[in-house]
């Protein structure tokens, strides 16, 4: 969240960088959001000039299989068949209908 700010801001990264191929791509979107960051050579140095605009863009992005799927099992089955995702409110019925439902069955007696 620098580029907004007033002043330029320095980032070091200390220790190893195991995800350069990640952060590259990252800042390959965020040049396309319009802004300018300077980076290193082994992307462990960044500049970042302050007073920039984040420009709206339209992304087209590729398949997260192991995100898609994190996502996907913290709904509640009944959802899948929506468009977009649930909302917190929902997540957060679901959960809770899980934890009452989890409750009264621990509390019932072995038959």
Known sequence: MTPPLD?????????DLKSKIIVGQTLEVI???????EASDDLMFYKIP???????????????????????????????GREGAPSGREQQAGRAGRSRRASRHEREPDA
């Open 7 to 15: 002043e330029d801001s320095e980032i070091t990264v200390l220790h």
């Open 31 to 37: 040049a396309q959001a319009g802004i300018h960051i």
């Open 50 to 80: 302050g007073r920039q605009r984040y420009q709206p863009q339209k992304y087209v992005v590729q398949g997260d299989y192991p995100g898609s799927a994190a996502i996907l099992a913290s709904c509640r089955g009944d959802e899948f």
